[in-house]
T-cell receptor, first 115, second 115 residues
C-alpha cells in the first residue's frame, strides 16, 4: 500500500457538465476525508466517512455535490452542473480514528478547471 | 469556531539560515496538530504530527513544538536549503466524539530559500 491515490490528476470540463473523482485510501485507515483548496488558501473540509458512513458534511457541500464510500473502501465525489466557482484542487485524505489517532495522509489531489 | 493563523504569510531567507514558522489557533480543545509541506500544484506531504499531550516532535532538521494552553505551535527548520522552498501548512484536528475530527488549516507560509 503506497498511500492515498486520487484519479484523475487533472480534469477540465465545460460549465454545466458533471464530473466524478475517485479516491483510494490507505487500507488500514477507517476514515476518509474530502477537502477543497483554492489558490492561496489552506484546504477546506468538505465531508468525511468513517467506514461507509458519511458522518459530517460542511456547509460548503452544496446540493450539487455528493460523495459516496460504498463498502468502506474507495470513495467518489461527484459534482453536478459544474460552475466556474468549482474550479479548485480537490484533496482526499485518510486517517485512523482509534485511540492516539494517526495523522492524516493526503493524496496528490485532482485539479478541476471549469471553463 | 476554531481558526488557525499562520505568520508570516511569506518568508525569504538565504541558504543556511535557521528559521521559525508560527501557527496559532483559537480553541485549545484539539486532538492533535500537524505540519504539512505543499509544493506548487501538488498535494500535501505530512512533516510532523504532535498529539495534544505532547510538547514537541523532531524529524531530521525539523522540530515542531506545541503549547496547547496558549494556542501556539512553531516549526523550526535548521540549516535551510533551497529544496525546503515550499508552502508550509499548519492544521489542527478537532475533537469529535472523543477521537479526531476533521482538520482546520491555516493559509500557510510560503518559504523561499535563496542559494
Amino acid at each position: 500500500d503506497t498511500g492515498v491515490s486520487q484519479d484523475p490528476r487533472h480534469k477540465i470540463t465545460k460549465r454545466g457538465q458533471n464530473v466524478t473523482f475517485r479516491c483510494d485510501p490507505i487500507s488500514e485507515h477507517n476514515r476518509l476525508y474530502w477537502y477543497r483548496q483554492t489558490l492561496g488558501q489552506g484546504p477546506e473540509f468538505l465531508t468525511y466517512f468513517q467506514n461507509e458512513a458519511q458522518l459530517e458534511k460542511s456547509r460548503l457541500l452544496s446540493d450539487r455535490f455528493s460523495a459516496e464510500r460504498p463498502k468502506g473502501s474507495f470513495s467518489t465525489l461527484e459534482i453536478q452542473r459544474t460552475e466556474q466557482g468549482d474550479s479548485a484542487m480537490y484533496l482526499c485524505a485518510s486517517s485512523f480514528s482509534g485511540q492516539g489517532g494517526y495523522g492524516y495522509t493526503f493524496g496528490s489531489g485532482t485539479r478541476l478547471t471549469v471553463v | 469556531k476554531q481558526e488557525v493563523t499562520q505568520i508570516p504569510a511569506a518568508l525569504s531567507v538565504p541558504e543556511g539560515e535557521n528559521l521559525v514558522l508560527n501557527c496559532s489557533f483559537t480553541d485549545s480543545a484539539i486532538y492533535n496538530l500537524q505540519w504539512f509541506r505543499q509544493d506548487p500544484g501538488k498535494g500535501l506531504t505530512s512533516l510532523l504530527l504532535i498529539q495534544s499531550s505532547q510538547r514537541e516532535q523532531t524529524s531530521g532538521r525539523l522540530n515542531a513544538s506545541l503549547d496547547k494552553s496558549s494556542g501556539r505551535s512553531t516549526l523550526y527548520i535548521a540549516a535551510s536549503q533551497p529544496g525546503d522552498s515550499a508552502t508550509y501548512l499548519c492544521a489542527v484536528s478537532t475533537l469529535y466524539g472523543g477521537s479526531q475530527g476533521n482538520l482546520i488549516f491555516g493559509k500557510g507560509t510560503k518559504l523561499s530559500v535563496k542559494p
